[in-house]
């Protein structure tokens, strides 16, 4: 089985440039997360999508941060313009349904550094 | 709000020991446990989870976690270390779908 395919693996901008991060879950589960890794710290959470809707986005920035899941699989995460804080790595879960707790499985990443 | 912490940043360990990484939750009731772990460039691995029940928790790549209540603690360990197991080590909690990190504990193992 496939895991959590996201692209690119690395990004290089400069800042104020636009830049987007592409996910691609696990195949049949309905939720995708993205959460935010910054150096020396665990990831947090930004959005959390059940199906096509945004179920939880109350810590993504939505001054210069957007998301969206079209169709209910791949989602893409989108900053514009980006600032020198954001480097950080974007990381993408999903999980699917059946238990009390549905594991989240990740991706490795995109490794996002803004010059 | 919840919390996790992971009191040690960094912890140098020789190949053969035991290892433990501490973990101490912050939270109402007993949440969900997990610990992953992150090699250098790969997303975050789950090596073990608690959600009731024994408190003695056997995950993958020969590792353990107990539960203590009475110490809001969630510990993971191992008896013998392989240089393999160099990497970040993350305890996480979630009362529901969301997951809380600690701040991790990176592991260097020593030949």
């Known amino acids: 089985e496939a895991g959590v395919v996201q692209s690119p693996r690395y990004k290089i901008i400069e800042k104020k440039q636009p830049v987007a991060f592409w996910c691609n879950p696990i195949s049949g589960h309905n939720t995708l997360y993205w959460y935010l890794q910054n150096l020396g710290q665990g990831p947090e959470l930004l959005i959390r999508?059940?199906?096509?809707?945004?179920?939880?986005d109350s810590q993504l920035p939505k001054d210069r941060f957007s998301a969206e899941r079209l169709k209910g699989v791949d989602s893409t995460l989108k900053i514009q313009p980006a600032e020198l804080g954001d480097s950080a790595v974007y990381l993408c879960?999903?999980?699917?349904?059946?238990?009390?707790?549905?594991?989240?499985?990740f991706g490795p990443g995109t490794r996002l550094t803004v010059l | 709000a919840q919390s996790v912490t992971q009191p040690d940043i960094h912890i140098t360990v020789s190949e053969g020991a035991s290892l433990e990484l501490r973990c101490n939750y912050s939270y109402g009731a007993t949440p969900y446990l997990f610990w992953y772990v992150q090699s250098p460039g790969q997303g975050l691995q789950l090596l073990l989870k608690?959600?009731?029940?024994?408190?003695l928790v056997q995950g993958i790549k020969g590792f353990e976690a107990e539960f203590k209540r009475s110490q809001s603690s969630f510990n993971l360990r191992k008896p013998s270390v392989h240089w393999s197991d160099a990497a970040e080590y993350f305890c996480?909690?979630?009362?529901?779908?969301?997951?809380?990190f600690g701040a991790g504990t990176t592991v260097t193992v020593r030949a």
């Open positions: 999508y059940e199906n096509e809707e945004a179920v939880d």
């Open positions: 996480a909690v979630a009362p529901d779908y969301k997951l809380s």
């Open positions: 608690y959600f009731s029940g024994d408190t």
């Open positions: 879960a999903s999980s699917g349904r059946g238990s009390s707790y549905n594991e989240q499985f």
